[in-house]
C-alpha cells in the first residue's frame, strides 16, 4: 500500500501529513479534501488498535476488485518490456543481482533500460526478461537515493531503511525484493497492475483505499522500536483538524515550490 523508496527515520505524523498532502493535491479522486483526510486518519487509528499486513487474497476481498484486469490490458511487467530499450551495459553487480533473483533454470535473457515514474524519473533502472518452464519472468533493479531528510540531517547511506520497513514484523514481505549497492532488486509480475483512483470504475474506492493506506502505516510505525500506547495516546489528543490544517499548509507550500520550478523551466527553456 505504500512505496518505501525513501524511507527514513523521522517523527510519525509525517507520514500522515504527507499522505494527506498527496490525496488533497491530486485530481479527480472522489470526495473532498477533509473526507479524504479523514479517511487516511480513520485508518491510520484502526491499524494502531489491530496492526497487520494487507494480504489481498486474504481478508481484503474488496480490494480484487480494484486489481483484476481483463487480458486485453496490459499489466505492470507487460507495460515495463514494451516501454524499454536494449541495455548497453549494466552494472556489474546490477547483472550479478538481477541474475540472482531468476530462477536458476531461466533462460533467454534480455537486458533492459528504461525511464519510468515521477518522483524517480531520471534514476537509472535495469529489466531483465526471460522465460521459465513455458512462462515469462521479469525482475527490476532501481536506482536508490537517499531520503531528503537524511539529505538534508546529513546522515550518510542510500536507502539504508527501505528493506528493513518493507519487512517489519506486521508485513508480509515480497521474498524476491533484495537491495544490492545503491539499488533495489525487485519482481515484476505480470498479473498486476497499479490502482487509477481516477478510474470511473474505481473511484467509489477511493475513501476505502485511502483508508488502507492509513492503516498500512499504522502498521508500519508500530514494527519498529515504539511503545503503542504511548503512540495512541498521543494521536488521540492531537486537537480535531490537526492534519486537516497541516496536510492544507503543506499543500500550499508544494503548489508554491512547483510554480517556482515551472517559472525557472521556461526561463531556461525560452
Not at 519472468?137 to 520497513?165: F, H, N, T, Y
Not at 506486521?170 to 549497492?181: A, E, G, I, M
Not at 488521540?236 to 497541516?246: F, H, T, Y
Request: overall charge neutral; glycine content about 10%.
Amino acid at each position: 500500500m505504500n512505496d518505501f523508496d525513501d524511507a527514513a527515520l523521522l517523527p510519525y505524523p509525517y507520514d500522515l501529513v504527507r499522505l494527506a498532502t498527496s490525496a488533497r493535491l491530486a485530481s479527480g479522486l472522489a470526495g473532498s479534501p477533509n473526507d479524504r483526510v479523514d479517511g487516511i486518519l480513520s485508518g491510520y487509528q484502526r491499524g494502531l488498535e489491530n496492526p497487520k499486513p494487507w494480504i489481498l487474497d486474504g481478508s481484503q476481498v474488496w480490494m480484487q476488485a480494484l486489481l483484476g484486469r481483463a487480458m486485453s490490458r496490459l499489466g505492470i511487467a507487460e507495460d515495463a518490456v514494451n516501454a524499454s530499450v536494449p541495455a548497453r551495459a549494466l552494472p556489474p553487480h546490477v547483472l550479478a543481482a538481477l541474475i540472482a533473483q531468476l530462477p536458476h533454470d531461466t533462460t533467454d535473457l534480455v537486458f533492459m533500460t528504461r525511464q519510468r515514474g515521477g518522483g524517480s524519473l531520471g534514476r537509472p533502472r535495469y529489466l531483465v526478461e526471460g522465460r521459465w518452464r513455458g512462462g515469462p519472468v521479469c525482475r527490476e533493479a532501481k536506482a536508490l537515493v537517499p531520503s531528503s531528510w537524511d539529505w538534508a540531517s546529513g546522515i550518510p547511506g542510500v536507502g539504508g531503511q527501505s528493506l528493513m520497513v518493507a519487512e517489519g514484523r506486521f508485513r508480509s514481505p515480497d521474498p524476491f525484493l533484495s537491495l544490492t549497492v545503491g539499488y533495489m532488486v525487485r519482481r515484476i509480475a505480470y498479473d498486476s497492475e497499479k490502482i487509477d483512483l481516477t478510474d470511473s470504475d474505481t473511484k467509489a474506492f477511493g475513501a476505502d483505499v485511502l483508508g488502507a493506506m492509513g492503516s498500512d502505516l499504522a502498521a508500519i510505525h508500530l514494527s519498529g522500536n515504539v511503545d503503542p500506547v504511548a503512540l495512541r495516546a498521543d494521536i488521540r489528543d492531537r486537537k480535531k483538524g490537526w492534519l486537516v490544517e497541516a496536510s492544507a499548509r503543506a499543500a500550499d507550500e508544494v503548489t508554491l515550490d512547483f510554480e517556482k520550478w515551472q517559472a525557472h523551466w521556461k526561463r531556461i527553456s525560452d
